[in-house]
C-alpha cells in the first residue's frame, strides 16, 4: 500500500508486507528492480548467494535481516525456504537518497547488500511494526519513522529537476528540464 501521508508518496511507491507461516514453503520470486530502490526487511531469515541470486533461509531467532535491492542491469532470482515474514519499502527513482545519510552508492555497491544504516532505530521500531496485526497502523508506523529521517537535497535545482522527472506522465528530456 502506498504512504498515507501525501508528502512522502512523492518518494516512496509503497510498503509491502509477505507472510507464509507454513514451515515448508519453498518459494522463488524473479524480478527487474528496473529504477525502484527496495529495502527489504526479514524476520527471522538469513540470506546466502551473491550477484543475481539469493536464498532467504528462515532461521528461528534470527532476529531481523535487511536487504537494499537496486542497480539492477538484469533480472535477479530469490529462493525462499521456510517461514517468509518480510516487509518492503519500494522507493521512487531518488528516493531513498531523501532517507540516508550518505550517497546511495556508497550502500549500494552490488545488486543488494545488507542494509545496516538503520540498525540503531530498527532495534526498537521493528519489534513493534512487527507486532503490529493492521496494515493501515503498520502504514502509519512507517510513514512517521520516514517522515522523521527525511531530508531535502542540499540544492534546490536538483530538488527542482528530480521533482519534474517524477512527476512528468512522459519521459522527461533532460534538456527540457535544463532550461527550466
Known amino acids: 500500500m502506498p504512504p498515507k501521508d501525501p508528502f512522502l508518496r512523492k518518494y516512496i511507491k509503497g510498503y509491502y508486507v ?9 518459494g522463488k520470486v ?4 528496473n529504477i ?7 524476520k527471522d531469515s538469513v540470506v546466502s ?3 543475481r541470486y539469493r536464498t532467504q533461509t528462515y532461521q528461528e531467532n534470527a532476529g531481523y535481516l535487511s536487504i537494499l535491492a537496486g542497480k539492477v542491469d538484469r533480472y535477479q532470482e530469490v529462493t525462499f525456504i521456510g517461514p517468509l515474514d518480510r516487509l518492503a519499502i519500494v522507493f521512487y527513482p531518488t528516493g531513498i537518497n531523501h532517507f540516508i545519510n550518505q550517497p546511495l552508492g556508497e550502500l549500494l ?4 547488500v545488507t542494509f545496516t544504516h538503520y540498525d540503531h532505530y530498527f532495534q526498537t521500531f521493528l519489534p513493534k511494526v512487527y507486532a503490529e496485526d493492521s496494515l493501515e497502523i503498520k ?3 512507517l510513514d512517521t519513522f520516514f517522515l522523521e529521517k527525511f531530508k531535502p537535497f542540499p540544492d534546490e535545482r536538483v530538488q527542482h ?3 519534474k522527472l517524477i512527476e512528468s506522465p512522459t519521459k522527461a ?5 535544463a532550461v527550466e
Open 18 to 26: 509477505h507472510t507464509c507461516p507454513d514451515i515448508d514453503f519453498h
Open 30 to 33: 524473479t524480478f527487474y528492480q
Open 36 to 42: 525502484t530502490t527496495t529495502i527489504s526487511i526479514y
Open 49 to 51: 548467494g551473491s550477484g
Open 109 to 112: 555497491e552490488e545488486n543488494f
Open 139 to 141: 502504514r502509519d508506523m
Open 161 to 163: 529537476a528530480v521533482g
Open 173 to 177: 528530456r533532460v534538456q527540457e528540464i
